[in-house]
């Protein structure tokens, strides 16, 4: 499982999860081409530490080690406005 922590400007936590990464290398690899989309994009769920709803977010496959903390607050914010 893919997993990251960022904060946004009103101090809530967010935890980004990338549900179908996990298990040995094989299984993750073909369960994230499985779940791509045609940009290359998959689905990230960012859960608040509390006051905010959840947002699923669609990301660069390689979010987890590419995007910066403020990438991934901007994604958030986006997603909010969905």
Do not use: C, F, N
């Not at 179908?20 to 608040?48: F, H, K, M």
């Amino acid at each position: 499982m893919k997993q990251r922590e960022v904060q946004d400007r009103e101090q809530t936590g967010w935890t980004l999860v990338q549900a179908l990464s996990g298990g040995d290398a094989g299984t993750a690899e073909a369960a994230e081409q499985r779940v791509q989309d045609d940009a290359g994009r998959v689905p990230v769920v960012a859960t608040p530490s509390g006051g905010q709803t959840s947002r699923r977010l669609h990301l660069p496959a390689d979010w987890h080690e590419a995007m910066s903390d403020d990438q991934l607050r901007a994604a958030i914010d986006e997603a909010s406005q969905d």
